[in-house]
């Protein structure tokens, strides 16, 4: 049974270009969370989707960010109009659900804006 | 609201000492509380839970015992090894009322354990 599955692991984007990234929970799995991970410091929660539903976006930022959890495929958390200010780590966990709250985590994709 | 308070580091020890990093907790209802330990590079792995007061959590030798009284959830190694320098996160997950759970994370620690 694969684990969560992220990419890319890295990539880096310049000032004003777009980031996608992808997300690939766990089989079976149909919750996903997105955490940012500033270098040094904590994660931070940013966004909480279900199969086609945003559940909680309290942590994300009100301009240029964005996810999604189609039906079919990947979860996405896309970037708009990337800034210095972007770069860090990004995790993406998954959980069952249905009162089974641990979180699986991908091994996260490392963000650099040039 | 909920929140997550653990010791800061870094914390450093020498091979086979004792090692407790701190962690407190505030939360309504009955949050399930856990450790997981990030290695360098990687991404957030689960070291141990508990889902009710007094339960212990245990893997690796690690150990963390639910304190409902004190809420704490303080996280215990009897003898550390080189291989468990990581950052430790204490975190906490209360239900939504959509099936899924919130998780709320610390700051984390840094670990060195040296030679």
């Known amino acids: 049974n694969a684990g969560v599955m992220q990419n890319p692991r890295h990539l880096v984007r310049r000032r004003g270009q777009e980031a996608r990234l992808r997300c690939s929970p766990m089989?079976?799995?149909?919750?996903v969370y997105w955490y940012r991970q500033l270098p040094e410091e904590g994660l931070k929660f940013m966004v909480y989707?279900?199969?086609?539903?945003?559940?909680?976006e309290s942590g994300m930022p009100k301009e240029r960010f964005s996810a999604e959890f189609p039906k079919e495929g990947p979860s996405i958390l896309r970037i708009q109009q990337v800034v210095r200010g972007d770069s860090a780590a990004y995790f993406c966990?998954?959980?069952?659900?249905?009162?089974?709250?641990?979180?699986?985590f991908g091994p996260g994709t490392r963000l650099t804006v040039l | 609201g909920n929140s997550v308070t653990q010791m800061e580091g870094p914390v450093t020890l020498s091979e086979e000492a004792f090692l407790t990093i701190n962690c407190t907790y505030t939360?309504?209802?009955?949050?399930?509380l856990f450790w997981y330990v990030q290695y360098p590079g990687e991404g957030l792995q689960l070291l141990l839970k508990?889902?009710?007061?007094?339960d212990k959590g245990s893997n690796k030798g690690f150990e963390a015992t639910y304190r409902k009284e004190t809420t704490s959830f303080h996280l215990e190694k009897g003898s550390v090894q080189v291989s468990d320098s990581a950052v430790y996160f204490c975190?906490?997950?209360?239900?939504?009322?959509?099936?899924?759970?919130?998780?709320?994370f610390g700051a984390g620690t840094r670990l060195f354990v040296k030679a």
């Open positions: 966990a998954s959980s069952q659900g249905q009162g089974r709250n641990e979180q699986f």
């Open positions: 089989k079976g799995h149909s919750h």
């Open positions: 989707l279900q199969k086609e539903n945003i559940i909680d």
């Open positions: 939360a309504t209802g009955y949050p399930s």
């Open positions: 508990a889902t009710k007061a007094d």
């Open positions: 975190a906490l997950s209360t239900s939504g009322n959509t099936g899924g759970f919130k998780t709320i």
